[in-house]
């Protein structure tokens, strides 16, 4: 299984998207950078979306993706029911710009919703989904997809201190998830529920205690403006823990 990294941040520019992730060219796990991220043949290739939350550096793509859609057949998105119903609440509807839930004239839906809860496993294409809740400002599940060889990867989705627990429910090989702050605004990423490389270090000692082990750990939504000191301080933390914890960057491939 292969995971591409689109979009590796908690804000966009014309270098950097919101966070988004594909594997193996046609599953999206989070849809922040699904379009901006991603080139028009690229896009017309992913069949599925999984989304974690309703916050938009997650799913704001979702409008220029499915209009780049609009010829190239449904895509499946799986999240909560509470998700969708905020997303067409919000982003997408008629009044608006466009439903992609919803039919245009005589056109069929672009997006067949699937619902998804956290705690529930289920397939999709060649994977097993499992759904993972974890703690942050708003219900978030992650993702852990295991592939027909049992390879595993766990997306966490946002979370903040305390996620270390959550994190136990998978046996990823990689475990990719959020550090949107440096060390010195700890407090802040407890206040909003993120994670500071502090804090990271804690969940995967939590982690450790619980599964015997620290899988390949790739971090990923951070925020632009404390990205040096965050590159820095998760390097110290890869090296007493004694594990491989990268910051990714846009167009990362990870092998799992
Ligand atoms: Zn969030
Ligand atoms: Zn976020």
Request: proline share 4%; with cysteine.
């Amino acid at each position: 299984m292969e995971a591409c990294i689109l979009g590796a941040h908690q804000s966009e520019s014309n270098t950097f998207h919101f966070t988004s992730i594909l594997v193996d060219h046609h599953l999206a796990i989070d849809a922040g950078g699904l379009a901006t991220g991603l080139s028009l043949a690229g896009q017309r290739a992913v069949r599925y979306v999984l989304i974690t939350h309703q916050h938009w550096d997650h799913v704001k793509d979702l409008a220029g993706f499915g209009f780049n859609r609009l010829h190239d057949g449904p895509v499946d998105v799986y999240c909560t029911d509470e998700v969708r119903r905020i997303i067409e609440a919000n982003l997408l509807n008629r009044d608006y710009w466009i439903d992609f839930f919803d039919g245009l004239g005589a056109q069929q839906p672009i997006f067949h919703h699937r619902t998804a809860s956290p705690g529930q496993h289920f397939s999709v294409s060649q994977y097993q989904i499992t759904t993972i809740p974890v703690n942050h400002s708003v219900p978030v599940m992650g993702y852990q997809v295991v592939d027909p060889v049992g390879r595993a990867l766990y997306y966490t989705g946002d979370n903040g201190p305390g996620c270390g627990q959550h994190w136990a429910a998978a046996k990823p090989d990689v475990l990719i998830t959020e550090v949107t702050y440096s060390n010195a605004f700890a407090n802040e990423a407890r206040r909003f529920s993120h994670l500071c490389p502090s804090q990271l270090q804690e969940a995967l000692e939590v982690f450790r205690d619980a599964r015997g082990y620290i899988p390949r750990v790739v971090a990923l939504h951070v925020n632009p403006d404390y990205e040096d000191d965050v590159r820095r301080e998760v390097a110290d933390v890869a090296q007493k823990l004694n594990a491989s914890i990268e910051v990714a960057r846009e167009g990362m491939v990870i092998d799992v």
